[in-house]
C-alpha cells in the first residue's frame, strides 16, 4: 500500500525557512516521483515541486524557483522540500504524494496523475 505522510510545518514570519519533509512507504523511488503540492483556502491545487530520482530531474513552479530546494534521501524513502525566504503567498497546506515518474518533468507536474498523497501540513508565513 503506497503511503506518504507530510511534516513539518509551521507558523513562520515572511522572511524565514521552514523544512518539510515526506515519509513514503509502499513503493520504490525508481518507479515513482514525489511531488510537493499546496492547496490554500478556496484555491486550486497547486504542484510546487517534483523530483524524480531515477532519473534526476526536478522541477519547481515559477513563484518559488531560488527559494525552495527539494532532495530525496532514496535509503529512507523521504523527500525533503527546504523552503527559504518564505512570503506570505506561501501560506498553504503543503501535502507530498507520488507519481509516475514521467509525470514529473523539467516542464512540469501533471496534477491530473498523482496516485496516492497523505495528509498535508500546514505552513502559515505571517507579514
Known amino acids: 500500500e503506497v503511503q506518504l505522510q507530510a511534516s513539518g510545518g509551521g507558523l513562520v514570519q515572511a522572511g524565514g525557512s521552514l523544512r518539510l519533509s515526506c515519509a513514503a512507504s509502499?513503493?520504490?523511488?525508481?518507479?515513482?516521483?514525489v511531488v510537493w503540492f499546496r492547496q490554500a483556502p478556496g484555491k486550486e491545487r497547486e504542484g510546487v515541486s517534483c523530483?524524480?530520482?531515477?532519473?534526476?530531474?526536478?522541477y519547481y513552479v515559477d513563484s518559488v524557483k531560488g527559494r525552495f530546494a527539494i532532495s530525496s534521501d532514496n535509503a529512507k524513502n523521504t523527500v525533503s522540500l527546504q523552503m527559504n525566504s518564505l512570503k506570505p503567498e506561501d501560506t498553504s497546506v503543503y501535502y507530498c504524494?507520488?507519481?509516475?515518474?514521467?509525470?514529473?518533468?523539467?516542464?512540469?507536474?501533471?496534477?491530473?496523475?498523482?496516485?496516492?498523497w497523505g495528509q498535508g501540513t500546514l505552513v502559515t508565513v505571517s507579514s
Open positions: 523530483i524524480s530520482s531515477s532519473d534526476g530531474v526536478t
Open positions: 504524494a507520488a507519481t509516475r515518474t514521467y509525470y514529473c518533468s523539467g516542464y512540469g507536474i501533471n496534477m491530473e496523475a498523482l496516485d496516492a
Open positions: 509502499g513503493f520504490t523511488f525508481d518507479d515513482y516521483a
